[in-house]
């Protein structure tokens, strides 16, 4: 072999390692740009899947919202439900059976009849067992005939709002 022919040999095995190198190189590159791929493909799945959350969140955040967005007028309303329930109560002691008391009698039916179709609601809570989520124990009365923490007298009526206490009962329970 001459010397051109081993020169020729040397430069075809340099191009072939330098080739090599270049595929091993390439193969590298791929590999870290596969690895990024997957990387800002699981980022974009975590964030979708978060957004997703945050807008389901959103709606029922909302539908509560509306659902007792009701409740401030409500709660203003009660003392004046609080006032007719007064006034019916002194007439019935003092005998006052007059059509003036019937129709006093009358609105606040028609008023009760109102916040029940907006799922406002009395609470019911003579002879009950005491619930400090939804009574105010103003007093304690001791009791041998009931058991002990029973709501034995309701001196403010307590009324919810579809399942939510918009203002407690104030009563006296037994001790």
């Excluded at 190198?21 to 791929?30: A, I």
């Excluded at 959103?58 to 609080?82: C, I, S, T, W």
């Excluded at 609601?121 to 009574?135: A, I, L, Q, W, Y």
């Amino acid at each position: 072999m001459n010397d051109q022919e081993n020169q020729d040999q040397g430069q075809a095995a340099d191009a072939v390692f330098t080739g090599a190198v270049e595929v091993e190189g390439l193969k590298h590159k791929l590999a870290e740009t596969e690895k990024l791929r997957d990387e800002y493909l699981a980022m974009a799945k975590s964030v979708r899947a978060e957004f997703e959350n945050y807008q389901k969140r959103q709606q029922r955040d909302l539908q509560q919202e509306r659902r007792y967005a009701q409740a401030p007028f409500a709660g203003d309303l009660l003392p004046v439900l609080d006032n007719l329930d007064r006034a019916l109560e002194a007439a019935a002691k003092a005998g006052d059976n007059s059509a003036l008391t019937q129709g006093v009698r009358l609105v606040m039916g028609q008023f009760i009849e109102i916040l029940k179709r907006h799922g406002i609601s009395r609470m019911e809570c003579v002879d009950k067992p005491f619930d400090p989520n939804h009574h105010e124990a103003v007093t304690q009365i001791p009791s041998a005939d009931h058991a002990p923490q029973t709501v034995l007298q309701a001196f403010e009526q307590g009324w919810v709002l579809h399942d939510r206490v918009l203002r407690p009962a104030k009563v006296a329970i037994s001790g």
